[in-house]
């Protein structure tokens, strides 16, 4: 049997629609998920870091916001030294090559390598025997050159009578006249031969020319020496005085030369290569006469007592050289002194416990504080820790109270180790009371 299959009761499924990809869903929440952190960090960065560098001068935000716990310290009027500090090197005042001006066989060496010698010791010994010989032949022609110069003169006088006379001729008595002036020239250079000879001699004998450390030995006993030898035979190095040549830019120039010319002494400190362990202090003798092209700095030379050998030839040392003193100047820690856009500027703790932004004008410093030239009163507070998140007109909290100053000064009564703690004690009961106290 045929059924008759009803096309209007035909039910035809609906076609279904594939649903979004899963991978497509996680990226969309992965990219949202992203933005939103990059939110969270921006306004991070705004809320904490940026208000102190960038815009620390934007009002406090809203009232009743909790004070900031800083420290703080006074600044005060006391002097800053003007230093340069540069890098030097040990040059001693005289370093002298000992070489013999004769030549001759080196018989005898009269030093030990490495020691101290004075001016005038015996040094070394050349064989004299060649030059005791010359002086020896120089007396003789001496000797015999005075008297052929007698007898010419006792000729001339008789020549002279005998011409009185007109017993002898003219000419004869001219003759003699230079005979004797020549047997006297002879004479003379006789006794320069003699001079040389003795000279050599001292030459044979060696001594120190300068006072210092003479070093390694550069020629044995039995070498034959010659002038022309580069070597020498020993090289003596002066330590005491010793000096130190250093390097500083052209700009700083005219300030040394004024201070100099007006007849001050220019105190000089060397130290160690670390530069923590202080060698010598001198002075400041005299500078280049000229500016290295290439560099842009001139040469200085300081001298320093060196009694103990403290500073070595061709050492290297830091330098540091005091120009001048700034007296009665304003003083600040150099914690307090913050870089903003527009230069330098401080916070200032007012009598409300809040804080102003002062730009000021910098001037020398030193390892703890720098020299306000302009925007500072002494006596003022300026904040030295916890300036990250202040703002202009922010609630403060001064943890170590008004005592402190660009010094680093603690209230008084407590010296020492006591003073450490009486201030770590007053700092933990300060945070105590702040944890205590309800938020506004």
């Not at 499924?13 to 949202?32: C, D, S």
């Not at 003007?82 to 013999?100: E, F, Q, R, S, Y």
């Not at 101290?116 to 060649?130: C, E, H, M, S, T």
């Not at 052929?148 to 000419?171: E, F, G, H, V």
């Amino acid at each position: 049997m045929n059924e008759t299959v009803n096309p209007e009761k035909v039910e035809v499924a609906a076609p279904i629609k594939p649903g979004p990809p899963k991978r497509h869903r996680w990226g969309k929440a992965a990219l949202v998920l992203a933005l939103a952190l990059a939110v969270v960090v921006v306004w991070q960065y705004v809320e904490n870091i940026a208000p102190s560098t960038v815009d620390a001068t934007r009002p406090a935000g809203p009232a009743g916001a909790p004070a900031q716990t800083v420290r703080a310290a006074a600044t005060v009027a006391g002097e800053m030294p003007i230093t340069i500090d540069a890098l030097g090197v040990v040059t001693p005042l005289a370093t002298v090559t000992v070489k013999t001006q004769i030549a001759g066989k080196l018989m005898e060496v009269g030093f030990q390598e490495g020691q101290l010698v004075k001016q005038g010791d015996f040094l070394a010994q050349i064989d004299p025997r060649p030059f005791e010989a010359a002086l020896a032949q120089a007396q003789g022609q001496f000797e015999k050159d005075t008297a052929l110069y007698a007898q010419a003169q006792a000729d001339l006088a008789r020549y002279q009578t005998l011409n009185k006379q007109d017993s002898i001729a003219r000419q004869q008595v001219d003759d003699q006249v230079f005979l004797v002036a020549q047997d006297k020239a002879a004479i003379a250079t006789d006794q320069a031969q003699i001079d040389t000879a003795k000279l050599n001699i001292a030459y044979c004998h060696i001594t120190a020319p300068v006072s210092g450390r003479v070093g390694l030995r550069l020629e044995d006993p039995g070498n034959y020496l010659q002038p022309s030898d580069a070597a020498g035979i020993v090289v003596i190095a002066q330590l005491d005085p010793i000096s130190v040549v250093f390097s500083t830019p052209e700009d700083n120039l005219p300030q040394i030369t004024q201070r100099l010319n007006a007849g001050a002494t220019l105190p000089v400190t060397a130290f160690d290569r670390a530069n923590v362990k202080q060698l010598a202090m001198g002075a400041l003798t005299t500078y280049d006469n000229q500016v290295d092209v290439t560099t842009g700095t001139f040469k200085l030379r300081a001298t320093f007592a060196n009694p103990e050998g403290t500073l070595f030839p061709n050492q290297f040392v830091n330098v540091r050289l005091l120009v001048d003193t700034l007296s009665g100047a304003v003083l600040a820690p150099n914690a307090a002194i913050q870089l903003g856009a527009n230069g330098s500027f401080v916070y200032v703790v007012g009598d409300d416990s809040t804080v102003a932004v002062r730009k000021v004008t910098t001037g020398p410093a030193d390892a703890t504080n720098t020299t306000i030239l302009s925007g500072l009163a002494v006596g003022e507070n300026v904040v030295v820790d916890g300036v990250d998140r202040l703002r202009d007109g922010a609630k403060v909290n001064v943890r170590n109270g008004a005592g402190a100053t660009a010094q680093g000064q603690t209230p008084a009564g407590a010296p020492g180790q006591e003073q450490r703690q009486h201030r770590r004690r007053t700092e933990d009961a300060g945070g105590e009371r702040a944890a205590a106290s309800p938020a506004p």
